[in-house]
């Protein structure tokens, strides 16, 4: 009796082992095209941002903006003393007058042979420089004052009213009122996206909205390697607590014209010396599951993605289990 319940024990034990040995799961998967969702996290920017400078010198008399203040497009937002650039222009002006009664004098000196045709070409001459300096007096005063060229707002303020400005000198930085959202990517990742493409934005303050694409750079950054994408917001009159520099939730869904092997992760056996990725399956002429080694394309937290083909056939694969497996195999 009792070497009868040790011949049952020893049975059962075998059986288990058996039914563990033939426990896993296994599916069918098919060459399809790569997809994929990019989730980021950007940073909240002005699309456009511009400094602006006098071409000219002279003391500040204007100052209608101040830092954090928005303005209208063709606002006058900043002006210098004009006096002195006004004298220039009369002054220039007037010999301009003059140089053209000269020219009309020596004309008419031509006429009776009075004149020489060198005495003609001095006068032309004289005419066209005092022209040439007539209208950059005329250009200088035109930038003596600084007009808003869009719809904006003001960054900074760089200088006081009475406060001497130099040629170039930067007085105000303004940005357009339009706000992008500024993403780093790899270099897979780029490539799978394109410009107009929708994005979803998730803003602290204002909830899921739907932005475009609307920059990839040609080059990574040097820093960090990675491509700096924008994502162009829409029009919103929420701007209640955006700043820049605010951080945004992002997401892209990402396609190619890659196909792929998409596999649980859990199917996944090892990688070996080479990068490949190794699984036990079974190819469409081989009743047998073996293992097979394959170019990895992507991985993630959930599935591992293998490069294929098109035409390539599809694979019936272990997904859960593949130890059990082994162990039948022996």
Not at 32 to 50: F, N, P, V, W
């Amino acid at each position: 009796m009792k070497l009868f319940s040790i011949v049952f024990t020893i049975l059962l034990i075998s059986m288990a082992k058996q039914a563990l040995a033939q426990s896993y799961d296994t599916e069918v998967v098919s060459a399809e095209l790569y997809s994929d969702t990019i989730q980021r996290t950007g940073k909240l920017d002005y699309k456009r941002t511009l400094s602006l400078a006098f071409k000219s010198s002279g003391y500040l008399t204007l100052l209608s903006v101040d830092e954090g203040e928005q303005f209208k497009k063709g606002q006058l937002l900043a002006s210098l003393d004009i006096t002195e650039l006004e004298q220039q222009k009369n002054s220039l002006n007037a010999q301009l007058t003059q140089a053209k009664r000269e020219l009309k004098r020596i004309s008419q000196l031509m006429d009776k042979n009075l004149a020489s045709e060198r005495d003609m070409d001095t006068a032309s001459t004289q005419l066209e420089i005092i022209q040439a300096d007539y209208q950059v007096a005329v250009y200088n005063l035109k930038k003596a004052q600084i007009y808003a060229p869009f719809t904006g707002v003001v960054l900074s303020r760089n200088t006081e009213l009475g406060e001497l400005q130099n040629p170039g000198q930067e007085a105000l930085k303004i940005a357009k009122l339009e706000w992008v959202i500024k993403v780093a990517l790899t270099g897979q990742e780029v490539s799978d996206v394109k410009l107009n493409q929708k994005v979803s934005v998730s803003l602290s303050h204002i909830g899921p909205i739907q932005g475009v694409i609307s920059k990839i750079p040609a080059m990574a950054s040097t820093s960090s390697n990675l491509f700096i994408i924008e994502v162009l917001l829409p029009k919103t009159n929420i701007t209640a607590g955006m700043i820049a520099g605010q951080l945004a939730s992002v997401s892209i869904a990402s396609e190619s014209n890659k196909f792929v092997y998409r596999l649980p992760i859990a199917a996944l056996v090892a990688i070996d010396d080479t990068g490949k990725a190794i699984v036990i399956a079974q190819s469409h002429n081989n009743a047998v599951f073996e293992q097979h080694s394959f170019e990895v394309f992507q991985l993630d937290n959930n599935y591992v993605y293998l490069k294929a083909n098109r035409d390539d056939q599809p694979l019936k694969i272990i997904t859960k289990g593949w130890q059990n497996y082994s162990v039948a195999g022996n």
